[in-house]
């Protein structure tokens, strides 16, 4: 998926001054939001005042081109650009590159804008007792999948389906972002998250729609399971890593996943399907 600098990004602007100008506004990176191994995440506002009360967000990746977080970048870029428009997608509002700060100067920069949005938690963790919200899984269920199914028309893998990964808009529901990981149909994964993998992810065989749709239930599963992945009795954050792992292993070795409990019917048979179980 290689292109050349003038053709990946929107425009390519002088080393920094402190701020980001993105189709002609510039914009100031604030408080650090997200550190990440190829990114980090800032808000930002615009330096002009313009947009009132709007706030957005910086991902910005340093690469060198044609390495391997050049390539996410890259992909991160492209996927946003072919999904504009779609409501619950993360919109990705501009982009540009510059050369680093650094002073390297085979090294760059590049800079993605979105809006300011809810993470998973600071949504999920927020919602009134109880701590299961059925009505609330069954929208993040129906608006997750829509965006996978826009995605998947466009012959892509989301490819990180994940909590991390989902975000919340007050106006539009939940949308899926980060799209870093993005393959065409039929590619191996990039990203092997493996709490939310597939088997076929993991055994870095060909990915397909099914692989995303295994890695929502399995972000379902754990929702209505208080924190539970399958074949965990506690919750993650009190369990070992071992314990952990051995869990994940069972998933992926095919053993039948226990459906989960205090849920309507109909909710279990579709985090069923996703995990492609015959629950009842």
Same mark, same amino acid.
């Given at each position: 998926?290689s292109r050349s600098l003038s053709a990946a990004f929107g425009s390519t602007i002088p080393p920094d001054d402190g701020t980001v100008t993105l189709q002609g506004r510039a914009y100031?990176?604030?408080?650090?939001?997200?550190?990440?191994?190829?990114?980090?995440?800032?808000?930002?506002?615009?330096?002009?005042?313009?947009?009132?009360?709007?706030?957005?967000?910086?991902?910005?990746?340093?690469?060198?081109?044609?390495?391997?977080?050049?390539?996410?970048?890259?992909?991160?870029?492209?996927?946003?650009?072919?999904?504009?428009?779609?409501?619950?997608?993360?919109?990705?509002?501009?982009?540009?590159?510059?050369?680093?700060?650094?002073?390297?100067?085979?090294?760059?920069?590049?800079?993605?804008?979105?809006?300011?949005?809810?993470?998973?938690? !600071? &949504?999920?963790?927020?919602?009134?007792?109880? *701590?299961?919200?059925?009505?609330?899984?069954? @929208? =993040?269920? %129906?608006? #997750?999948?829509?965006?996978?199914?826009?995605?998947?028309?466009?012959?892509?893998?989301?490819?990180?389906?994940?909590?991390?990964?989902?975000?919340?808009?007050?106006?539009?529901?939940?949308?899926?972002?980060?799209?870093?990981?993005?393959?065409?149909?039929?590619?191996?994964?990039?990203?092997?998250?493996?709490?939310?993998?597939?088997?076929?992810?993991?055994?870095?065989?060909?990915?397909?729609?099914?692989?995303?749709?295994?890695?929502?239930?399995?972000?379902?599963?754990?929702?209505?399971?208080?924190?539970?992945?399958?074949?965990?009795?506690?919750?993650?954050?009190?369990?070992?890593?071992?314990?952990?792992?051995?869990?994940? !292993? &069972?998933?992926?070795?095919?053993?039948?996943? *226990?459906?989960?409990?205090?849920?309507?019917? @109909? =909710?279990? %048979?579709? #985090?069923?399907?996703?995990?492609?179980?015959?629950?009842?």
């Amino acid at each position: 998926m290689s292109r050349s600098l003038s053709a990946a990004f929107g425009s390519t602007i002088p080393p920094d001054d402190g701020t980001v100008t993105l189709q002609g506004r510039a914009y100031r990176p604030g408080t650090l939001l997200y550190q990440g191994k190829e990114s980090r995440v800032y808000s930002a506002c615009r330096t002009d005042g313009g947009d009132g009360d709007t706030a957005f967000v910086l991902k910005v990746y340093e690469c060198t081109p044609g390495d391997d977080v050049w390539e996410t970048a890259l992909r991160d870029a492209e996927a946003g650009r072919r999904l504009r428009g779609c409501r619950h997608i993360v919109p990705l509002l501009a982009d540009t590159i510059r050369r680093s700060a650094s002073g390297t100067s085979d090294r760059c920069e590049v800079f993605l804008l979105m809006p300011k949005l809810l993470t998973f938690r !600071e &949504r999920w963790d927020n919602l009134p007792s109880p *701590p299961f919200h059925e009505r609330e899984v069954t @929208a =993040l269920y %129906r608006d #997750i999948a829509a965006a996978l199914q826009v995605i998947h028309r466009r012959g892509l893998v989301h490819g990180d389906v994940k909590p991390d990964n989902l975000y919340y808009d007050p106006r539009k529901g939940w949308l899926l972002g980060d799209f870093g990981s993005v393959i065409r149909r039929g590619e191996p994964a990039r990203t092997v998250s493996e709490g939310y993998c597939a088997p076929e992810a993991r055994a870095g065989q060909p990915c397909n729609p099914a692989t995303d749709a295994y890695a929502l239930g399995v972000t379902v599963y754990r929702l209505v399971c208080g924190d539970r992945l399958p074949f965990c009795d506690r919750p993650c954050n009190q369990m070992t890593e071992d314990e952990v792992y051995h869990a994940i !292993e &069972r998933r992926l070795r095919g053993e039948p996943i *226990p459906p989960p409990t205090g849920i309507s019917p @109909a =909710l279990r %048979r579709r #985090i069923g399907k996703l995990l492609r179980q015959s629950w009842s």
